[in-house]
């Protein structure tokens, strides 16, 4: 594989149990993010620079394989970095199940994994609906997150669809709106929202978030609501 011009990962947590369900994972953070979200607990991954190339990757997974399940993605946003297809094709000849956090900017990067079946599950986050989205996220990426949904739910790719709350940027109301959106597009099964955790450092300082949300009363009979966090 071409060797990366830079470091994309920023970072690398060796070992985990929580990432992937019922899977041993390590998690790769890339460096880098084209969204600017307010609530971002990882401003140093998203404005900072990486420190690891794809070859000390490459490395670190060789004394790993039989011993992890599964590799995850995640960061910033893993699927901006160039070469990312051949790191994943190389990981997946190791033996290794992928995992892909993403916030469904780069659809054309997802249709091809998809297609060449290359990732194994995605957690795709849902940041807002298009009224608050800019404002939320400082993007203009909504229709790229729609379209990425779109390839999800007419693959047979396992994914989840995750959303983190903070009271004063999404009410319960626009919950509510966002699973009839989800609804909308025939998404069934289960929508993961995270508590947003008061305390951390964050991309913009925010105020106290109040965690309310009662999971019976927001599921419907098609989307079943998940508390995380």
């Not at 690398?12 to 041993?24: E, G, V």
């Not at 190339?53 to 790993?64: E, G, M, Q, W, Y």
């Not at 990067?109 to 995605?122: A, M, S």
């Not at 909504?142 to 693959?155: A, M, N, P, R, W």
């Amino acid at each position: 594989m071409k060797e990366n011009a830079s470091n994309p990962i920023y970072s690398i947590t060796p070992f985990t149990l929580l990432d992937y369900a019922h899977k041993s994972a390590c998690i790769l953070w890339f460096a880098g993010c084209n969204m600017r979200c307010l609530y971002c607990y990882n401003p140093e991954i998203v404005l900072g620079k990486g420190t690891i190339s794809f070859s000390k990757v490459n490395s670190f997974l060789h004394t790993r394989k039989n011993l992890l399940d599964a590799v995850v993605f995640s960061g910033g946003e893993c699927l901006l970095h160039q070469n990312i297809l051949e790191l994943i094709i190389e990981i997946k000849k190791m033996g290794f199940d992928i995992k892909i956090d993403t916030n469904g900017s780069k659809p054309k990067v997802i249709k091809t994994l998809i297609e060449n079946r290359l990732i194994d599950y995605v957690a795709l986050d849902f940041k807002a609906l298009p009224i608050n989205f800019k404002s939320i996220t400082q993007s203009e990426l909504f229709d790229k997150f729609e379209t990425s949904l779109e390839l999800l739910l007419e693959s047979q790719i396992q994914f989840e669809v995750r959303t983190t709350v903070h009271s004063e940027l999404i009410p319960e109301k626009d919950i509510l709106q966002m699973i009839a959106y989800l609804e909308s597009k025939n998404y069934s099964g289960n929508y993961y929202l995270q508590h947003f955790v008061n305390g951390v450092t964050t991309l913009k300082p925010l105020g106290h978030s109040y965690p309310k949300l009662d999971s019976q009363k927001l599921s419907s009979a098609r989307i079943n609501v998940c508390l995380r966090g």
